[in-house]
T-cell receptor, first 113, second 111 residues
């Protein structure tokens, strides 16, 4: 029972173009969403987050959009750079006593020069 | 500022052996977590702790044990290693709703 789903295992984008990574969730108790980036042989690093009271959050080249009615969020990277090539994980936190992250399975982004 | 430190980075265990994966954080975070990542999969929560002396099971706790005697340390114990426990293990910490900080991971192979 996957509560956070990333249906695209991989995505290839040309340098300079937009990368759009998608994530769907099923648990309506999730109230905070995060994107993590992971390089090989390293731990995940935080990229950007969004609270359920917002529908957009922007940080430089990275923007996260949240559509609560569709239980869908997306990460836009503009413009994409070769250094952005990594696995991107969507994660969610549910309101409750312990704020543990529930992760999606990840999307491997490859930015082609 | 070390953040979250995990040791060892790599380990090969024989079936039935035991070991402890160490995790320590220097950010004074109350919340700590252990995740495992299998190939092509997301991170699955093994155990978590909301403070010293308090631990609870996550999604995949079988075959593991944890303890939290101090705020800084959250070791993960494998008592009888099995091939199904071959994975990459990540320790993480955060404070409430802030983003979690992860260690670099421990790659464990059970043969």
């Amino acid at each position: 029972d996957q509560q956070v789903k990333q249906n695209s295992p991989s995505l290839s984008v040309q340098e300079g173009r937009i990368s759009i990574l998608n994530c769907d969730y099923t648990n309506s108790m999730f109230d905070y969403f995060l994107w993590y980036k992971k390089y090989p042989a390293e731990g995940p690093t935080f990229l950007i987050s969004i609270s359920s009271i917002k529908d957009k959050n922007e940080d430089g080249r990275f923007t996260v959009f949240l559509n609560k009615s569709a239980k869908h969020l997306s990460l836009h990277i503009v413009p994409s750079q070769p250094g952005d090539s990594a696995v991107y994980f969507c994660a969610a936190i549910s309101s409750g006593s312990a704020r543990q992250l529930t992760f999606g399975s990840g999307t491997q982004l490859t930015v082609l020069p | 500022n070390a953040g979250v430190t995990q040791t060892p980075k790599f380990r090969i265990l024989k079936i039935g052996q035991s070991m402890t994966l160490q995790c320590t954080q220097d950010m004074n975070h109350n919340y700590m977590y252990w995740y495992r990542q299998d190939p092509g999969m997301g991170l699955k929560l093994i155990y978590y702790s909301v403070g010293a002396g308090i631990t609870d099971k996550g999604e995949v706790p079988n075959g593991y044990n944890v303890s939290r005697s101090t705020t800084e340390d959250f070791p993960l114990r494998l008592e009888l290693a099995a091939p199904s426990q071959t994975s990459v293990y990540f320790c993480a910490s955060n404070e409430g709703s802030t983003e979690a900080f992860f260690g670099q991971g421990t790659r464990l192979t059970v043969v």
